[in-house]
């Protein structure tokens, strides 16, 4: 039995609007652009810094608590930094409520007002003293089956007892994120919970006074008031316009082709989620003979866990591709915004660069999510914006990139990949993964750091390489000599235009139990 379900992307979609009363009449009258946000912070500088962090949400395990680490190493930066952006999986497993506490709020307790006493901050009531701007991750969107919901709460009591060998570094709760809305009452403005009458209206006179150029917006006010607009949104800082997107919503693998080759396809991902299962019951059983109290064992237990993590994050990136079909939904609306905020951004005068954030990375060489037909997906409908945008902007770009910077998570681990060309509006641009910040760190891809791509025309297929990993930084070596190096990034954005960004990578490496912290060198782009 799985441990997790995903909620169908129609379903993500409706609830999130209903969460924030997309386009109520209350807001179409007020003018209000529930896409945009201003940060009231009375910084204007255009150099600035920001943190990045992204799938840290895990509480201590085997005694250790990485997420801590890195949060504390944070610490030092924090009143240097304008604000802190989080790539997604704010809580493991299943993005439920009972987490928080231990796996956000706790951890992070310094960035929170209040934060001195954690334990009297609700995780629907959190007010950051530096801007939190998180987007959403898979886990923050995951439910639990009703039957093993049940299960799991019923024999809680008994797995505490035990201390289960292989489920002790997850967390998961009996009910989950509730699609999501876990994460909308933690971090969006859930106007769902107001009255639709005097009560909104008096939250929204008091809360939407920001004004742009797209109308009336929220206005983001540290240490009183720090809820996000909505699941994808955008800010700007300093001249550099900021898009925050929700990749879970466009990510589904396209439907395989009514084909000879479509229908082998199939056959051979059939074939290949039943050996997946085989490997899981396999590596189940091994476990079952290994003892946590003996060091080489915990280790091999270690490894086991996460082969069994790695294993359904294949087996559900199957299950996506077999159910795809032509009623798949994609988010077009979102993705429209996207290209029409891009276009628009290019024509304001103000604006000297942007930058994208959300979770799926389009480009990566960690092990298991290279080649996953989500990643594929995400590469995939990313270039058709960019392309559109190209086509709009033309010569106002004058050979600049379209974007400065991409920021993605998913991928445990830290990497700079710079693309070559595509052959599309994604060529030459510079991609950070930032997914190693707390949770079970990945390898590189034994193939290496250069990713090639298949281009099929109706003449010939052509395979070329699109792009090459410049830094990876994830788990190394073997048993008692292994390597976790956790990692945030500090990114300190000159003045200029175009702008100018260092990259300042901070590492919490775990090495034979023992903690250290390092600055790698500084790179630039």
């Known amino acids: ?73 944070m610490l030092p930066h924090r009143e240097e ?57 898979n886990h923050d969107y995951y439910d639990v089956p009703i039957i093993y919901g049940l299960i799991a709460h019923a024999a809680l009591p008994l797995r505490r007892l ?35 009458k005097g009560e909104l209206e008096h939250h929204l006179d008091s809360h939407y006074t920001a004004k742009t150029e797209t109308g009336r917006c929220l206005r983001y006010q540290p240490g009183r008031f720090t809820r996000l607009p909505n699941r994808y949104y ?49 590596i189940i059983e091994t476990s079952s003979e290994l003892d946590s109290n003996q060091p080489d064992d915990a280790e091999q237990l270690d490894d086991n866990r996460t082969k069994l993590e790695q294993i359904d994050e294949l087996l559900l990136d199957i299950e996506k591709q ?8 994609i988010d077009l609306e979102q993705l429209n915004w996207l ?18 954030y959300f979770h799926h990375p389009p480009y990566v060489t960690e092990a298991t999510k290279w080649h996953q037909a989500q990643t594929l997906a995400i590469r995939h409908r990313l270039r058709q914006v960019l392309d559109a945008v190209a086509n709009a902007v ?19 681990c830290l990497e700079y990949i710079r693309t070559g060309d595509t052959g599309h509006a994604d060529s030459n641009l510079n991609w950070i993964v930032c997914g190693g910040s707390g949770y079970s760190l990945r390898r590189q891809r034994s193939e290496g750091s250069e990713l090639r791509e298949t281009f099929r025309n109706s003449q010939s297929d052509r395979t070329r390489l699109v792009a090459k990993s410049l830094l990876f930084v994830g788990r190394s070596g073997q048993g008692f000599y292994k390597r976790r190096p956790y ?21 919490a490496e775990q090495f034979r139990k023992q903690w250290n912290n390092s600055e790698l060198e500084p790179f630039a782009i």
């Open 339 to 356: 290209r029409q905020k891009l276009i628009e951004s290019w024509n304001t005068a103000q604006v000297r660069g942007r930058v994208i």
């Open 1 to 73: 039995m799985r441990f997790v379900s995903d909620p169908p992307i129609s379903l993500k979609i409706r609830k999130m609007k209903e969460r924030v009363r997309w386009l109520e009449p209350s807001l179409v009258e007020r003018g209000i652009d529930q896409t945009r946000m201003v940060l009231d912070d009375g910084c204007e500088s255009p150099e600035f810094s920001f943190l990045v962090v992204g799938d840290s949400g895990s509480g201590a395990y085997r005694g250790e608590n990485p997420q801590r680490q890195v949060a504390e190493l």
């Open 322 to 329: 077999l159910a795809a079909d032509e009623t798949t939904v």
């Open 487 to 507: 990692s945030f990034l500090r990114i300190d954005v000159q003045d200029g235009r175009p702008p100018k960004f260092k990259i300042r990578p901070f590492i």
């Open 234 to 282: 955008t800010f700007r800082s300093g001249g550099i316009d900021f898009f925050a997107l929700d990749s879970n919503t466009f990510n589904a693998p396209s439907p395989l082709p009514a084909t000879k080759e479509g229908d082998a396809y199939r056959r051979e991902l059939e074939k290949r989620r039943d050996d997946l299962e085989r490997q899981k019951l396999q």
């Open 81 to 137: 930094s304008r604000f802190v952006l989080h790539t997604g999986d704010v809580i493991y497993l299943v993005g439920s409520s009972e987490y928080y506490l231990k796996n956000f709020i706790s951890p992070y307790r310094e960035f929170l007002v209040g934060g001195e006493q954690p334990e009297r901050i609700t995780y629907d009531q959190m007010v950051f003293n530096t801007p939190f701007l998180p987007v959403l991750g």
């Open 162 to 196: 035990l201390k289960s060998k292989l489920d002790g570094g997850f967390d998961i709760s009996w009910h989950g994120s509730g699609q999501g809305n876990a994460y909308a009452r933690a971090f969006l403005d859930y106007l769902k919970a107001f009255d639709p």
């Open 394 to 412: 033309g010569k106002q770009a004058a050979g600049r990139p379209l974007v400065d910077l991409i920021l993605s998570g998913h991928a445990h």
